[in-house]
Nanobody
Framework: QVQLVESGGGSVQAGGSLRLSCAASGRTFSSGRLGWFRQAPGKEREFVAVINWSSGVRYYLDSVKGRFTIARDNAKNTVYLQMSSLKPEDTAVYYC?????????????????WGQGTQVTVSS
């Protein structure tokens, strides 16, 4: 059973930065994807960023390109989301997710494992 544990959420003012971490346990990811989705109050969960574990190819939501960076540490089985120039509209619960499949990277249905979520709040 795969477990994903997020950390690093918190409150920050607009323009600030946060780094989220997600440690995966239960298996070693040699292929597949690890990524991040988010869900704001009253909204559906949306794709934010994903990284292909073996190749390192990255995909981002358009509105976070140039501000967020996803990275992985293979040795630690951990994925990170560095968030800079944060905006109030980035406020959401951020979820780490993982899969061994290569479906539509922006669809929740393509992912098999989910973390419990970590709150990110950006104030203006």
């Amino acid at each position: 059973q795969v477990q994903l544990v997020e950390s690093g959420g918190g409150s920050v003012q607009a323009g600030g930065s946060l780094r989220l971490s997600c440690a995966a346990s239960g298996r070693t990811f040699s292929s597949g994807r690890l990524g991040w989705f988010r869900q704001a109050p009253g909204k559906e969960r949306e794709f934010v960023a994903v990284i292909n574990w073996s190749s390192g190819v990255r995909y981002y939501l358009d509105s976070v390109k140039g501000r967020f960076t996803i990275a992985r540490d293979n040795a630690k089985n951990t994925v990170y989301l560095q968030m800079s120039s944060l905006k109030p509209e980035d406020t959401a619960v951020y979820y780490c997710t993982a899969t061994s499949r290569f479906g539509d990277y922006a669809s929740e249905l393509s992912y098999d494992y989910w973390g419990q979520g970590t709150q990110v709040t950006v104030s203006s």
